[in-house]
């Protein structure tokens, strides 16, 4: 990666959003705080505005109303005729690019930061755009720097030829951390403990760019996307099995740095038929399905992408 | 506990429910794939009805629609007269009285199985009225020789004087497996499939006794709850804190047997203000404070109850 050129233009014009998905705690009990006390955000070389992104599915603890208000700000819809019938977070999305954007005009936001939960044992993930992105790949490789402990995994969402759609892309640089195992609906102390630590050390650095300090070259590994797979599904749509066992412990656990997952099972997923117990109650599991048993700490995703474990030679 | 008397009368009629709460996904495959593949349910001596208990939250992927329907199956809601606006669950509980009680009556089913999932990190748990349900008192214990790697923990739920509400107290008997944690809306290989093979050495558990076999006296220990402590509120009604971090591994891991929690903190509850974070970006956290952030593995319950760790002295 490159370094940070100096001088740049600073950062002024910053915020911070949580309950994009209503029912992702940290996020939500965050942003409802700082509107509340928004001392904490206070830095002395820019402004930083707390945002509830989707107030009403915040109400319901809901995900979303309508629509994945994070796959609505598209050009599409964004800019497409206002109608009465349009989805409360296709309304809402447009609000917000009127407040942070407009996406990809010079009025937009200098920088914003998505705060997210996932049921996945994703630990701490910073997901950016892509490796182009030179101010947001320094942002995360200080966040590594500054939490070895936390093994922060960095994901690089884009794909070629592929519109954003997401919330912090209407700004002009943009981060999302997302936090997990937490369920949704759910506050954990030191998932939200840390998702305060992160996003106070995220305005420190704007803060120390700002001042003109030099961010020297790195290199960093990143994932990105490579497929999708969906569980295997009736006729009607649903489940017909779930992730398989062996694959449950899906990324690496922080104390043990990063690695690959365990052994390939032959397949991805465990039909319901898989999984008939013998009429004399034991089930005939292997020694790893036996310590899923046991080992209650991961959770699966609802949905997955394949990721690569990409060494991304980020070296200018 | 009194050896199980034999003769007794066998078991005739028995249900297992899922999806009493719609996002308790475990419970909710189950019932969904046995109305489809009935077959694992069937033993020689007895019938086994699988329920989908509340159909409408589980389309929707909710606790409930209304009204908490775990919480309706009092007398009052039970028995009072119908009206138009009923909320969705007391309709909902009257059906199932008749399907599987009427409650206190003879005609109730002999045994009902409930089946839930919790957020929290219960592991296996086995809810029952009380110890002087001795069915119950031996069917958990039997589980606890068959599976002691699972550390099956039994919690007994009748405060005195206290009418009992949930839907297994419909039948002459009945259990109530509580298995976690996971998110809601999530499905678990590993606890879809534990909890598969507890229902089908529930089954057999059953079998075992009409048949005529002897289950001698034996002590167990059993937790029942003492109290419960909300969360610290704002006037709105709002979360203004979390429990404590040092206290978020709420109960103890299966393979270090069963342990009273870490050291209690002063307060049970960590305010958000006492989070604040420095402007270093480094959080002032203990030692303890440090190992919540690794420690990914434990989730919030959203409302706990106390409970005591109870050396239940059951023999007769």
């Not at 998702?195 to 120390?208: G, N, P, S, Y």
């Not at 990063?258 to 005939?284: A, N, V, Y």
Request: hydrophobic share 35%; charged share 20%.
């Amino acid at each position: 990666m490159c370094s940070l050129p100096v001088p740049r233009e600073p950062l002024r014009r910053v915020a911070v959003t949580g309950g994009t998905h209503g029912n992702e705690m940290s996020g939500v009990y965050l942003a409802q705080h700082w509107l509340q006390s928004p001392a904490e955000l206070q830095r002395l070389s820019f402004s930083t505005v707390p945002v509830l992104a989707n107030p009403a599915a915040t109400a319901a603890c809901r995900r979303y109303v309508d629509h994945d208000l994070n796959r609505t700000f598209t050009s599409s819809f964004l800019n497409s005729r206002p109608t009465p019938d349009d989805p409360y977070e296709v309304t809402r999305a447009r609000e917000l690019n009127q407040l942070l954007g407009p996406k990809a005009s010079g009025r937009a936001f200098d920088f914003v930061l998505d705060l997210h939960n996932t049921t996945a044992n994703m630990g701490t993930c910073l997901i950016a755009k892509s490796s182009h992105e030179v101010f947001a790949m320094h942002l995360c490789h200080h966040l590594q720097l500054q939490y070895p402990e936390l093994s922060c995994q960095v994901f690089l969402y884009q794909r070629p030829g592929e519109e954003s759609y997401n919330l912090d892309s209407v700004a002009k640089n943009g981060l999302a951390l997302e936090l997990g195992p937490q369920p949704q609906g759910v506050l954990r102390a030191d998932i939200f403990s840390r998702m305060r630590t992160l996003v106070a050390t995220v305005l420190d650095f704007i803060e120390l760019f700002n001042q003109g300090t030099a961010f020297p070259a790195f290199e960093m590994e990143a994932y990105r996307p490579v497929g999708v797979v969906d569980f295997p599904r009736t006729d009607a749509g649903n489940l017909a099995g779930t992730v398989h066992p062996q694959l449950q412990p899906w990324t690496a656990q922080p104390e043990s740095g990063l690695e690959k997952g365990p052994c390939t099972p032959q397949s991805l997923h465990l039909t319901f038929g898989d999984q008939e117990s013998s009429s004399s109650g034991k089930t005939t599991t292997s020694g790893r399905g036996r310590r899923a048993i046991e080992d209650a700490r991961t959770v699966l995703p609802r949905d997955h992408s394949l990721c690569e474990h990409l060494r991304a030679e980020l070296r200018c």
